[in-house]
C-alpha cells in the first residue's frame, strides 16, 4: 500500500525538482510531433515512481502523467469535480489516484471513479513507450 504524500513534502519535492515538465512542450529540447498524433513528453527517467507530474501538449491540454513500474498512465491535469490539479494529488493504492481538494479517486488505467465525491470520471489520454521516450496522444487539435 502507498502513502498519500502530503502537499508539503509535495511541494518541497516540486522546488527541488531536476527539471520543469510544465515547460511548454515546444520550448523543451528534442521535443516534436512524430508518429501521428502522439508527442514526445518527457524520457522515463525523468518521471519518478508514482509521482504525478504535468506536461502541457502543443495542443495546450495538460495531461498528469505517473509512472508504476514499467507503465506510464496519463489523465488530464483538471480535476472533473472542481478546478484542482491531479499532479498535486496523490497515487493512493496500486493504480488510483487521488484528489488533493476533495479526495476523489481515479483509476489511472481508464478515468473511472473509484472513489467519489465525484461521479464523473477523469479523461484518460493515451500514452505509449518507445525506448526510453514518453509519448502522449493529445485528444484536441
Keep these: ?12 519535492f516540486r522546488q527541488n525538482s531536476r527539471f520543469d515538465l510544465k515547460v511548454p512542450i515546444e520550448k523543451r529540447r ?12 518527457a524520457s522515463v527517467d525523468e518521471l519518478d515512481e ?3 507530474c504535468c506536461v502541457q501538449l502543443s495542443t495546450g491540454e495538460q495531461v ?3 509512472k508504476l513500474s514499467d507503465e506510464v498512465y496519463g489523465i ?11 499532479s498535486d494529488g ?3 493504492d496500486d493504480y488510483f489516484i487521488e484528489c488533493g481538494m476533495h479526495g476523489t479517486q481515479f483509476d489511472l488505467r481508464n478515468g ?14 493515451p500514452v505509449k513507450i518507445i525506448g526510453d521516450e ?5 485528444l484536441r487539435e
Excluded: T
Excluded at 500500500?1 to 518541497?12: A, D, N
Excluded at 514518453?134 to 493529445?138: F, G, K, N, Q, T
Design 64 to 66: 498528469c502523467l505517473v
Design 90 to 92: 496523490a497515487v493512493v
Design 112 to 125: 473511472s471513479v473509484v472513489e467519489s465525491p465525484s461521479e464523473e470520471p477523469i479523461q484518460s489520454y
Design 30 to 41: 528534442g521535443v516534436g510531433l512524430n508518429d501521428g498524433d502522439f508527442e514526445r513528453v
Design 76 to 86: 488530464s491535469e483538471e480535476c472533473p469535480h472542481g478546478e484542482f490539479g491531479m
Design 1 to 12: 500500500h502507498l502513502q498519500p504524500l502530503s502537499k508539503e513534502l509535495i511541494s518541497r
Design 50 to 52: 508514482a509521482m504525478p
Design 134 to 138: 514518453v509519448w502522449v496522444r493529445a
